[in-house]
């Protein structure tokens, strides 16, 4: 074998992702349990159907805000009293929200599972929601997304979401608010919040690491099964407006005095998450920019030396969320860099990728996936994820084969249907006065130049 010849990768170590046991409570409450005898932990993890995409127009960031508040206190335990109580168990209850649902966790040892069940269940029932809590965590919030205004990186991921999706889209604000959004936000907000959405038809309780699926089922019911109610007449529906704003290819120009490169974005409206071609367009999207070794990558960092980095991602969700190719790079090759994306993504549409290439994107894929799963609360959050998605019981046991499956010709069409080259958006933070012109002499369509409100 000569030095140049890549080493074909040997088959895949044998791995099974753990047996799922499912249950439904009388108060239509669904628990999963994986046993993980190996591992001297359980991970008990709720997951609730009330992400971002819940929140009502105006009140952006109450779902993140309210899964936040959990874990402050509840109406017996103040935020010190539920915080003792927890290193007590040695353990701690986290909590946080995307845009499809809000999870709240706590890992303990098998001989402390029923008091942290028990206090999971209190923080879940009969939140504290104090004002003096909820406020303090808006304002942390509000200084968080203030930083990220600041910084090139969070503008872009902002205006790319307002250039990309239909005024009145959940998709066009942070999964978090913006700074307008969450100074609104109140506790008798977030109340209302978990009262209308946080209920036991609408919740999952996950047990995963060494116990028993009689036990975990068990321990819940004793915890949770008393617990009735149902969602409140104001809760939003899960569905979400992810229509984009129509005008074919365009380019914007976010300026930023003085900037010494630019923060580019450049993507389209991409899939939701239970489309049929999910595997062709995942190992399609590592080929392209996924992957260290991806070709835009390559591309910009090693052939032109345009950038440290550059990626291409699907964000997944139950709507269609965005397509985008991101990166950042020297304020002189700004037009140079996004003609090699549009380059790459048209090359990935007309040529069909060869059999070494497909097998270092679907080697690593598949090599890489089962140590995502290697932990209690990885699993715990894995199994959350399918029941939010609705994905089947074998999705993570048939996941690597899936991925071997994908084919050249399989990748090829992936692109064709799923890239759209003419309804590519160009989104470059930077400064006008450098790029405006090169950026407007490559012809992709029309362009704009807009400056970002200081605190909106």
């Not at 942070?174 to 907000?189: D, F, N, Q």
């Not at 140590?371 to 959350?384: D, H, L, N, P």
């Not at 939010?388 to 899936?402: A, F, K, M, N, V």
């Amino acid at each position: 074998m000569s030095m140049s010849t890549r080493p074909v990768a040997g088959p895949g170590r044998p791995w099974e992702f753990p047996a799922v046991h499912h249950a439904t409570l009388a108060n239509g409450l669904r628990v999963s349990v994986a046993p993980m005898h190996r591992l001297p932990m359980v991970t008990v993890l709720a997951m609730v159907d009330a992400g971002a995409t819940r929140d009502a127009v105006g009140h952006e960031g109450a779902s993140l805000l309210t899964a936040s508040a959990l874990t402050e206190g509840t109406a017996r335990l103040d935020g010190a009293s539920l915080t003792e109580q927890c290193e007590r168990l040695g353990a701690s209850i986290d909590a946080g929200a995307d845009w499809d649902s809000f999870m709240a966790h706590v890992a303990v040892t098998p001989d402390r599972l029923e008091q942290a069940m028990a206090l999971l269940g209190e923080v879940l029932i009969t939140p504290g929601f104090r004002a003096r809590d909820v406020e303090r965590l808006k304002e942390e919030r509000l200084a968080d997304l203030l930083q990220q205004r600041v910084e090139p990186r969070g503008l872009a991921a902002e205006q790319f979401r307002e250039f990309l999706y239909v005024d009145g889209s959940r998709y066009r604000v942070s999964a978090g608010g913006s700074p307008t959004t969450v100074r609104g936000l109140s506790p008798e907000i977030v109340q209302a919040f978990h009262a209308a959405h946080v209920a036991p038809s609408r919740m999952t309780i996950v047990l995963t690491g060494d116990v028993t699926p009689e036990r975990g089922v068990a321990l819940v019911e004793r915890a949770l099964g008393s617990w009735r109610g149902d969602a409140a007449a104001g809760a939003m529906p899960a569905t979400v407006d992810d229509r984009t704003v129509a005008g074919g290819r365009r380019v914007r120009v976010v300026h930023k005095a003085d900037a010494p490169q630019s923060e580019l974005r450049v993507g389209h409206r991409g899939l939701p998450r239970l489309h049929p071609d999910f595997f062709d367009v995942v190992v399609m999207n590592a080929l392209l920019g996924g992957l260290f070794s991806s070709r835009i990558n390559l591309n910009l960092r090693e052939k032109h030396a345009y950038t440290y980095g550059a990626n291409s991602m699907f964000d997944w969700r139950r709507g269609a969320g965005p397509f985008v190719v991101s990166t950042a790079v020297k304020t002189e090759v700004t037009d140079a860099a996004v003609r090699e994306i549009l380059l790459e993504i048209d090359r990935m549409r007309s040529e069909t990728v060869s059999a070494d290439e497909l097998s270092l994107a679907t080697a690593y894929l598949d090599g890489v996936f089962p140590i995502r799963y290697e932990t209690t609360t990885a699993v715990a959050q894995a199994i959350a994820t399918a029941s939010s998605y609705g994905l089947p019981d074998d999705y993570y046991t048939t996941y690597r084969q899936r991925v071997r499956g994908v084919t050249a010709e399989s990748v090829r069409r992936a692109a064709e249907q799923h890239l759209h080259p003419e309804e590519l958006l160009v989104l470059a933070v930077g400064d006008r006065e450098a790029i405006r012109a090169p950026l407007d002499a490559l012809g992709i369509g029309p362009l704009d130049v807009v400056e970002p409100a200081a605190d909106a």
